[in-house]
Nanobody, 120 residues
């Protein structure tokens, strides 16, 4: 059973920083895609940052230049460093992973989510 477990959320003032970490039950290399999504009440889950197994990271326009997604191949984690946080960054952040399934179709996995609140 593949599991993704997030940690690192919390309350931070505008302009501050937080680092989210997602621990993977498998190797980082076993995932075709790894990423972070954000959801606020009443809205759909939106992609914040993602990275392919072989490729450059991609970011939403709203976080470009402020957030950085990295993979730790030794610890099997995917992290999201969030700097210069704004109140509109508030939401539940979900770790996402995609693997090739036994039938050849991709299988999606989600973490349980971690709350990030940016407020003074």
């Amino acid at each position: 059973q593949v599991q993704l477990v997030e940690s690192g959320g919390g309350l931070v003032q505008p302009g501050g920083s937080l680092r989210l970490s997602c621990r993977l039950s498998g190797s980082v290399f076993s995932f075709i895609v790894l990423g972070w999504y954000r959801q606020v009440p009443g809205n759909q889950r939106e992609l914040v940052a993602s990275t392919l197994r072989y490729g450059s990271p991609r970011y939403s326009d709203s976080v470009q230049g402020r957030f950085t997604i990295t993979r730790d191949f030794a610890k099997n984690t995917v992290d999201l460093q969030m700097n210069s946080l704004k109140p509109e960054d508030t939401g539940v952040y979900y770790c996402y992973g995609e693997q090739m399934g036994p039938s050849g179709s991709n299988v999606n996995y989600w973490g349980q989510g971690t709350q990030v609140t940016v407020s003074s």
